[in-house]
């Protein structure tokens, strides 16, 4: 049972007068935050280990590349003396290097030695796992196939554990077209881990299709994390008419979930801090989903959540139980 106000804007049953006569006084605005959010363990523990070598060692502390792909936490760490570099040659001979969680090929390592570089490998045991893959396929001189994104980071430190010789990257199903690899041969593939679920799948089929003898990897290489935070932002979709991704625009598996939640039907935005939210994407929209990306900190949803606060005097937010809670990954040591 609807009660209609003077203006005729539409009030629940039950919903609380205010004297203010801002239309935005009167509707009830529901948050969903997806079940599987915000950091993973690769990223937790990443993190955790530029942290205990901060308070260690003090600053300067390097790191290879952005420890994870996160403005908030990168700008903190690097406020508190953390130098994020991208070439060996930029850390002081002797000195301690952390590589970031996205992982780095053999010649990073390789030069990390030469300078006498004290390293800590950060890297997400996932993406080692992928690793080790690249590695026992080219022991076997198939043909590898590396599904990913030309660029990211993760998707470099992975092509460096294939043969060159026998590497071919693809992002697209009509790069699969273009390989002119013989199909009558065992060829293998591999992933980024932060792939779209369902692309990769349709990509993998394609492959098949192409190579009747392709060879899999023994497990998805594509993480929990990816997977669970997909599937959430599905569900989103179906209760939600908006869905607001929190994440850094060089975060893959943060755009991968605006994307998911577009395909999914549901209008999808992606900001990387609160304050980025043009608030006039809210207007109309009653039921809103939150996400986050695996290396995005709570604080940020938090942020998001307040700004709506301020906007809409009547606020509910549904929250799950996090269904990742006992997933931790063991701290290299430092
Ligand atoms: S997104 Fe997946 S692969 Fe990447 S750090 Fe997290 S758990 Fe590891």
Do not use: W
């Not at 040659?89 to 030695?113: C, L, N, Q, T, Y």
């Not at 660029?151 to 699969?176: K, R, S, W």
């Not at 999808?268 to 996400?291: P, R, V, W």
């Amino acid at each position: 049972m609807l009660n209609k106000s003077k203006d005729n804007f539409v009030v629940p049953k039950g919903t609380p007068q205010f004297s203010s006569k801002k239309k935005e006084d009167f509707v009830i605005v529901e948050i969903y935050l997806a079940k599987s959010q915000g950091f993973c363990a690769g990223v937790a523990s990443a993190v955790d280990v530029v942290e205990n070598a901060l308070n260690k060692y003090g600053a300067p502390l390097y790191v290879f590349h952005e420890i994870v792909h996160n403005t908030y936490v990168v700008d903190g760490f690097r406020q508190r003396g953390v130098v994020f570099v991208e070439d060996m040659d930029e850390v002081p001979s002797g000195e301690r290097v952390i590589f970031s969680a996205h992982g780095v090929p053999p010649k990073v390592i390789e030069k990390a030695k030469q300078r006498n570089l004290n390293v800590v490998d950060a890297t997400c045991p996932l993406v080692t796992k992928v690793h080790n893959e690249a590695v026992k396929f080219s022991s076997h001189q198939f043909e590898t196939v590396l599904i990913g994104h030309r660029g990211h980071q993760e998707l470099i430190g992975t092509a460096g554990y294939v043969d060159p010789n026998l590497l071919h990257i693809v992002e697209t199903e009509d790069d699969i077209d273009q390989l002119t690899i013989d199909p009558n041969i065992e060829v293998a593939y591999i992933t980024q881990t932060t792939l779209s679920v369902d692309e990769t799948k349709m990509m993998i089929e394609k492959l098949k299709r192409k190579f009747p003898r392709l060879q899999a990897p023994p497990r998805s290489d594509l993480c929990y994390a990816t997977t669970n935070r997909q599937n959430s932002v599905k569900e989103l979709a179906q209760i939600c008419d908006l869905i607001i991704i929190c994440g850094s625009p060089n975060s893959s598996n943060s755009n991968r979930l605006r994307e998911t939640g577009e395909k999914a039907g549901c209008p999808s935005t992606i900001i990387d801090q609160a304050q980025e939210l043009g608030m006039n994407l809210l207007k109309g929209k009653t039921k809103i989903g939150i996400s986050s990306g695996a290396s995005v900190p709570r604080v940020i949803v938090d942020e998001l959540i307040n700004r709506i606060r301020q906007e809409y005097r009547n606020v509910v937010v549904h929250e799950y139980e996090n269904p990742e809670k006992n997933i931790v990954f063991a701290l290299p040591d430092i």
